[in-house]
């Protein structure tokens, strides 16, 4: 059975805001049941594997007290993966510094056997006037 585009954009959106209270919750092990085992994130810093990003907020050195979606996301699928983009403003804390941030952010989630999995997410800062 192939799901309606509309009922795909409305659960990635639902999995996207789930994994966002994850992430301002620090719940490392939350934040690491929306990914897929390799997954990556690309910013301005490199490539931070999974394992990086997750040990960051386990340690505490990295934590978020609030992040939410900015508009309205674009999705697009072909086959069993989607690709969502949309803008997202967060507060993030990294070794006790505040950063506020407000990027547009591109998540690429795969179906697997446990259901929709991030597999990568492409961070680019937002250009400020």
């Not at 990086?52 to 386990?58: C, N, Q, R, T």
């Amino acid at each position: 059975m192939t799901m309606t585009d509309s009922l795909l954009a409305d659960q990635l959106i639902a999995l996207l805001d789930e994994w966002m209270a994850a992430i301002v919750a620090n719940d490392a092990a939350r934040i690491g049941a929306y990914l897929t085992d390799d997954w990556i994130m690309v910013s301005e810093n490199g490539i931070t594997t999974a394992k990086e990003f997750l040990a960051f907020v386990e340690s505490g050195a990295l934590t978020h007290s609030a992040m939410q979606r900015v508009g309205d996301a674009r999705i697009r699928r072909t086959g069993d993966v989607a690709v969502l983009t949309v803008r997202v403003t967060n507060i993030a804390h990294y070794q006790g510094k505040r950063f506020d941030a407000d990027e547009w952010t591109t998540d690429v989630f795969v179906e697997t056997e446990r259901g929709w999995r991030c597999a990568l997410s492409q961070i680019t800062a937002v250009a400020t006037p």
